[in-house]
């Protein structure tokens, strides 16, 4: 169960992750969020901002071009 | 026929003799439909391979295929200046929350992003310095803060240091001895009044007043009374002084009880032999 769920369907990608990246801060260290998104290349940009940031991912979960990313912060 | 209509206005399994494309082409504009469908969401992940002889539908798929290269340039360029702002972003609020293990890369592919992240480092560093400056002045200053109150310590007078508030920050050895307290009672538990005799207390609490208000409105100098640990009162001679950009005080105490008895049989002497 994710501390914090982040909906940016429909959103087209880098929006995402500029999105969460703003959003951060407000985030506590060991908590898990989960980040929802359907731009094609939502799944490469959250895989880049983790290893950038230092972020694990926990979970992707793919349903055609919907996916659910789970990560500790 | 009918089962195999195609929704883009012509047949998948065309046997019309009159059609001049017929089956391969008209799977190659569908192919080519979807690729412009999928280029529109910003997914550039599919590319048509097939090479056709007429040179019309060639050149189509040549412009498809281009188009989705430089939409895949522009994605990658778009998502690393994103990426490399976010992780900058993270950076800088690292270190405002005084987190200086935090570093920018400096290897990003757009040179912006890479100088964005040379720059957040160089300022660290400058602060960093600043740092480490103010705490080797702190470093001296306290130094000089001990040395100061050794010397107060082993000097020949008693010596209080007063907060604004009264309290007693700093006696020295002499001013134990003149009223029987330890250091360890007076510090910071004390305030100077509760050295004071009753009488002397209102005029000497209006001079802490106005010497805060101007040094100039209140006697640099003046005779009072303490009293000793043991409610013995001590004829006193006070100097009391601001010390400079702060509201505390510094007062050295004399004690004039010997002088103020021979003072005191002088004038009754005096009042007797004419």
Known sequence: MADRLLDYSGLKCPYPILKLSAQYPNFKKGEIIEVIGDCPTFEKDIQAWCKRLGKTILHIEKQGYKITVKIRI | MAGNFCPYGGFLECNNIFCEYGQKLS???????????????GDTSDKIEVKVKRYAVQRL??????????????????????????????????????????????????????????????????FLDYISKIKQQYKEIEILHKQEKEILSHIGV?????????????????????????????EGKMKWIDFLAE???????????????????????????????????????????????????????IDISERKKYNNRLFIIKKWIP
């Open chain 2, 61 to 126: 798929i040549d412009s498809l295929n281009n188009q989705s290269r430089s939409l895949e340039e522009l994605i990658d360029l778009n998502h690393e200046l994103a990426i490399g702002i976010c992780e900058h972003f993270d950076v800088l609020r690292r270190l405002q929350e005084g987190d200086f293990s935090a570093t920018a890369s400096e290897d990003s592919p757009i040179e912006i992003v890479r100088m964005l992240g040379k720059l957040i480092n160089h300022q660290k560093e400058r």
């Open chain 2, 199 to 253: 009488e002397m207390l209102k005029q000497m609490i209006e001079y802490h007043k106005l010497r805060r208000i101007h040094p100039s409105l209140a006697p640099r100098q003046y005779e009072s009374k303490i009293k000793h640990r043991s409610g013995r009162k001590i004829d006193v001679l006070i100097n009391v002084g601001m010390i400079p950009y702060t509201n505390k005080s510094v007062a050295s105490v």
């Open chain 2, 27 to 41: 799977e190659i504009l569908h192919h080519c439909s979807n690729v412009i469908e999928k280029l529109a969401k």
């Open chain 2, 158 to 186: 008693a010596i209080l240091i007063s907060e604004e508030d009264m309290t007693v920050e700093f006696i020295n050895e002499e001013f134990e001895r003149l009223t029987g307290y330890s250091k360890k009672e007076v």
